[in-house]
């Protein structure tokens, strides 16, 4: 198996669970330890392997969360095109995700807050205040059902009869 | 009052399998291995289409054989799996699951007397069927020493002039076997020599893990002596479906059709539908389930040599079928014992016929957190015992 291949089996299945370990990786692929390890740090090195979070359901726990889709037009900047002004919001810690779009809007910014009051304040007073922001529009997420290809609102049940031929 | 029964039928014995499914449903933590079905659910754009087709309103029967779609769908599969032409109208019909396809080819095929060659550990009702159908079952047993394939020898040695037909269990249902070209060719030879028939159960032939699987029909001279029984439930997650399907001669299938339109009239309509959604669109899914299994299946090998677990590596199916027997138990005691101390239930081999004597069935048609869960419980028994 070449370098390449090795890292097209290894990746679908640590980005469903990162907590895979290297022995179990490597009995399951048929690799060596060694190769594991390696592909791994290879692919971290190339920033292929971006980090290792938790999927966290928050509204199962105390937590106050607040998550918003949040629209957003743009006036490109001379020779910068979009990443500048990209830049400018995704520094900011409560954003969670900014992509470039395709469609009726430029940018999809994604925000977590604590409260309603935080995700307004931060696109009144911060989003909509920057220079070459032409307009937004906000949607705040009800419930979600599926996240990341999981699915949070049922958990999975066998349902199959526990002996069969 | 006189007795009402069929002394055909109460003289046969009730699966071995029953009785622990018996056990495990008394206790309420026990955890499973003992599954002979797929833990995915059929992918979603099947069921869209099955869903589809009520909602359209297809909630008739079929022909007798099935839906003509479907049947073309059946042999384009043959030939792009196997290269191997039949024609959908008159080669090929739907069944109700890989299971009744084997009761019809038996009953269409046998006079009382015959002989059916079947070789053990096996899939729990080729006996059965053949006792139902008036034919005289001889058991070849499968050995583990030569990996549970089957030999030329064995068939030689138990062929007598009344011999008529071979089941090919393959790839094997309990013990994960399957049997390669060269292997079938040697098979082939002895069956065309000894002028006999073949119902080859290939339910579990998308599911191998070293090389695609090989068809017996697909061989010089065999197409026109063998029935494939084929269908959805293991390949496409459809058990629940109940859609299977047989491809062979036509002289052969008219009088299994002539059972199945008296007995049975047609296979589901709603699965009917799905099945073609599943042959046009479903490759995929299944090269997905089928590299799942092979990583649970290399993670399971590894975990029974690390507790020093004898196993032969089974390149089919879903299950593995370790040896138990240098624990000085029984099969049954050693199954008994692992579901009442650990609550772990597994299949003793003997459910699968006496050469099962010796050997478990592990199946690995779970996640592999479960899977982690119950090596754990049975690496804790072996460790007492």
Redesign the interface.
Known sequence: MSERELWGKLLP?IEKNSRMGVK?LA????VSETDIANAMTRMEEEGIICGYHTMIDWSKTDVEEVSALIEVRVTPQRGQGFDSIAERIYKYPEVTSVYLMSGGFDLMVILEGKTLQEVASFVSMKLSAMDSILSTATHFILKKYKDHGTILTKK?E?T?????? | MRNPLSEKVTAIRPSGIRKFFDIVQEMDDAISLGVGEPDFDTPWHIRDEGIYSLEKGRTYYTSNAGLRELREEICRYMKRTQNLDYRPMQECFVTVGGSEAIDLALRAMVNPGDEVLIPQPSYVSYEPCAVLADAKPVIIELQGKDDFRLQPEQILEKCTDKTKILVMPYPNNPTGAVMSREDLEKIAEVVRQKDLYIISDEIYGELTYRGKHVSIASLPGMKERTIVIGGFSKAYAMTGWRLGYAVGPELIMQQMIKIHQFAIMCAPTTSQYAGIEALRNGDEDVAQMREEYDRRRRYLLHAFSEMGLECFEPFGAFYAFPSVARFGMTSEEFATRLLTEEKLAVVPGTAFGDSGEGYIRISYAYSLDDLKRALERLERFLKKI
């Not at chain 1, 009995?27 to 048929?30: A, G, N």
């Not at chain 1, 199959?160 to 031929?165: A, G």
Request: hydrophobic share 35%; proline share 7%; no cysteine.
């Open positions: 299945l179990e009995v399951m692929l048929d999975y066998d199959r009869e526990q002996v069969s031929p």
